[in-house]
């Protein structure tokens, strides 16, 4: 079958740098996704890899390992508004995307 | 202006009873989609339509019926409703599928509580 793992919570200092590991089993690969997900709001696209690498974006970057299966968001100088869920998602060789639970990531002063 | 708007937000419904989400989206894109995401936060997808065509159905049950008169808009019917059904049900829009960087943007999601 086809899976995504990442943590179901994750605590970090207001200032900080954090790490979401996202690890995945899927029938193919066409390309991993970040989303962001506030409480009582809509997930919004923070990034997309499809080659292996850093892809850098202002405070936030995604990594990808395609041999391990393997992804990870970091979020470096960590705001309070940082707090929110992280969704990670594959799209599968018939382009469909297979997501996680998301990594509920909290914030504290 | 809204990109991908849904109505209602929120619906508090008893069980047996009939219900409609609407959902319209203002990007041009091709191809709209209904997910569901429960109490666990898992987010599946329902139905995806490309250009008023359905492409993806996986399994609901078929008291969940999907249309879309236009490109545009994609609204969703759900009879005979039951207490499973209570979740948060997002629609999206992404400009195609079958694409790597397929990029949905999501409405801000309906909540609805079966009692």
């Known amino acids: 079958g086809q899976n995504i793992d990442q943590p179901t919570e994750m605590t970090a200092t207001e200032g900080a740098i954090v790490q979401i590991n996202c690890t995945y089993q899927?029938?193919?690969?066409?390309?991993l996704f970040w989303y962001q997900q506030h409480a009582g709001e809509a997930p919004t696209f923070l990034s997309y890899n499809v080659l292996d690498g850093l892809e850098e974006k202002g405070r936030f970057s995604s990594f990808l390992s395609r041999s391990k299966g393997y992804s990870y968001l970091l979020l470096k100088e960590l705001q309070m508004k940082d707090s929110a869920s992280y969704l990670c998602?594959?799209?599968?060789?018939?382009?469909?995307?297979?997501w996680g639970a998301g990594t509920k990531l909290i914030i504290k002063p | 202006d809204t990109a991908v708007s849904q109505t209602p937000k929120y619906l508090v419904t008893q069980m047996g009873n009939d219900k409609s989400i609407k959902c319209e989206q203002n990007l041009g894109h091709d191809t709209m989609y209904w997910y569901k995401q429960d109490s666990k936060k898992f987010l599946k997808i329902m139905f995806s339509y490309n250009n008023k065509e359905l492409i993806i159905n996986e399994t609901v049950p078929n008291r969940f019926s999907p249309k879309s008169p236009d490109k545009a808009h994609l609204n969703l019917h759900i009879n005979s409703l039951e207490l499973g059904d209570s979740a948060v049900y997002f629609c999206?829009?992404?400009?195609?599928?079958?694409?790597?960087?397929?990029?949905?943007?999501f409405g801000a999601g309906s909540r609805l509580t079966v009692l």
């Open positions: 999206a829009s992404s400009q195609e599928q079958g694409t790597g960087a397929n990029v949905l943007t």
């Open positions: 899927t029938s193919g690969f066409n390309g």
């Open positions: 998602a594959v799209m599968d060789s018939n382009y469909q995307l297979i």
